[in-house]
């Protein structure tokens, strides 16, 4: 079952599963009560705009369902004896002091930033997660996603992956904000998927990261782009945003040593494969 409101997905991204008899879409505002008839095994939380752009657009909306949203969902758990996963974001962590970022490290977050209405609805997310597992016994999981990217990414996304991939497919000048020299790990979604559902079918309780351990800067990445798509257009450089995190390089190594996981899928080949769905749509 697929419940979404499509305040940032799209129907057409689950288009090829409509005739799919295993699949029911619903469309709702998981911050509304949600009434479910017959059995629920697995709650999977994954809703929240992610974009920087939609924290500005849409502020409110990201609060909420990272906050009623996450927990309309444990509600639902507890009603159906359903076990529960969180998807958590590498946010949580702020513009890190440390890298990589470990799980166990508690992260420098500026709670009233631009950023901070994503930041903030994750960690309570996360923090009412936990509550419920400790004090309603839910069975629950929580997964930090670390710059995760791939096919069916909305166009105006906002995030560097589909600006990159559409400008250069324009011919439009890629805009770095800042220096460029702020790093990412970008994380193939199937290798995302392969991780959460590992963690889903464990014992896991506690957060995990998932992510990449290939830590590029916002330059080196472009310069990536610019080869996968053949493209010749310029880079050019914009005001730094606000609260832009300088380092983000996960430590995986409890994804690794609990869940057995480790990606497979380089970022050349996971670009080449996003830049095939991206020509489909520019």
Not at 36 to 43: C, L, R
Not at 161 to 182: D, H, I, M, W
Not at 235 to 264: F, I, M, N
């Amino acid at each position: 079952m697929i419940v979404d409101n499509y305040v940032t997905g799209s129907p057409r991204n689950i288009e090829h599963l409509r005739d799919n008899p295993a699949v029911t879409v619903i469309e709702q505002d998981c911050c509304e009560p949600m009434v479910i008839d017959g059995p629920v095994d697995f709650v999977a939380h994954f809703a929240s705009p992610a974009s920087p752009d939609d924290f500005k657009r849409i502020p409110f909306d990201v609060l909420r369902v990272g906050s009623h949203g996450t927990e309309n969902c444990l509600e639902l758990c507890v009603e159906k004896g359903a076990k529960f996963i969180f998807a958590s974001t590498s946010e949580v962590y702020g513009d890190p002091a440390i890298s990589p970022q470990p799980e166990s490290y508690w992260g420098n977050v500026n709670p009233i930033g631009p950023r901070s209405v994503y930041d903030e609805a994750k960690r309570y997310g996360e923090a009412v997660t936990m509550a419920y597992h400790r004090f309603k016994s839910v069975d629950t999981r929580i997964i930090r996603f670390f710059n995760t990217y791939g096919p069916r990414m909305r166009l105006d996304d906002g995030r560097v992956v589909p600006n990159f991939v559409s400008q250069a497919l324009r011919g439009e000048a890629l805009t770095v904000y800042g220096n460029g020299k702020n790093t990412r790990s970008f994380g193939y979604y199937a290798d995302a998927i392969d991780c959460v559902y590992r963690l889903m079918m464990s014992d896991v309780h506690e957060p995990v990261n998932i992510g990449s351990q290939e830590e590029r800067t916002i330059l080196e990445f472009a310069k990536a782009v610019l080869r996968a798509t053949g493209s010749f257009s310029a880079v050019v450089h914009l005001d730094a945003a606000v609260d832009d995190p300088k380092q983000r390089r996960p430590d995986t190594t409890r994804a690794k040593e609990l869940l057995g996981w480790s990606p497979t899928t380089s970022l050349d080949d996971g670009l080449v494969k996003t830049i095939e769905y991206f020509r489909q749509i520019v």
